[in-house]
């Protein structure tokens, strides 16, 4: 592998995709989900070279890059921890970012089919979930736990936002994603794909997540709301069951990232 070039200057044009990232992953007034996607860390870049992402970069300080054995053509820059933390904007701990060019979401109906339309399907569709840090715990956990996608309201944060990807650890960028523009009422797309979809609310009304058979459901879709608000209740209505995962006295819910593993444990 060529050497890294070494930066020395933060205001080197070629590094300008890391630039102010405490900022975001866009220039102010650039749309929002349209900058470059940022990926921290080793196991995360490594994570994006396997992915489908094309890599436009890679940045970080002596060392850190010549360990990833990236391919050829890409190019790599290395720079000491003061120079990297005056362009990126703070300290990077991880030692390592890289850029990749965004792709657009998955097709909708090709999402909801699969590669198999007659194989077990699993999704995790969420409702006004604008928290970067919960997304990219879900993706992670989703990953993990077998789940197939992830279905978006027109509320949600963006998957590709540099702190979903940090959180997932790389995760999301294996996972498809595509936006439900209607809203909740696009769930009958679900419905009609052969997805029974169960909405995750701590009501004393729903039924127990264990009473819901995997195996009677092969296709099954884990609603989840933001954190605090969760579901509304015109999504809950529109799902075909609304389950609660039971808790000891006293304890009223989880955290939406904290659910969303254990739902997705308990459906596999």
Known sequence: MPQPVVITDPADPRVADFRDLKAGDRPAGRERGTGPVIVEGVPAVERLLA????????????????????????????????????????????????????????????????????????????????????????????????????????????????????????????????????????????????????????APDAVDLGDVDPAAHPRTAVLLGAEGPGLTPEAQQAASVRARIPMRAGVDSLGVAAAAAIAFATLR
Do not use: Q
């Not at 436009?56 to 010549?66: H, K, L």
């Not at 030692?95 to 077990?120: I, K």
């Not at 993990?144 to 979903?164: E, I, K, T």
């Open 51 to 202: 992915s489908p992402y094309r890599v436009r970069a890679v940045f970080g300080v002596p060392g850190r890059v010549a360990a990833l054995d990236l391919p050829e053509g890409i190019p790599a820059f290395e720079a000491d921890k003061w120079v990297l933390s005056e362009v990126i904007g703070f300290r990077l701990t991880r030692g390592v970012v890289a850029s990749a060019d965004r792709r657009p979401p998955a097709d909708l109906d090709e999402l909801l089919a699969g590669p198999d339309p007659a194989a077990p399907r699993r999704l995790a569709v969420l409702e006004a979930l604008n928290d970067a840090e919960n997304l990219g715990s879900i993706a992670r956990s989703a990953v993990a736990l077998g789940v197939d996608g992830l279905l978006l309201d027109p509320r949600c944060a963006d998957p590709l936002y540099r702190r979903s990807v940090r959180v997932s650890m790389g995760h999301v960028l294996g996972l498809p994603f595509a936006v439900l523009p209607d809203w909740p009422d696009g769930l009958s797309r679900l419905h009609d794909a052969g997805y029974t979809s169960v909405a995750l609310t701590p």
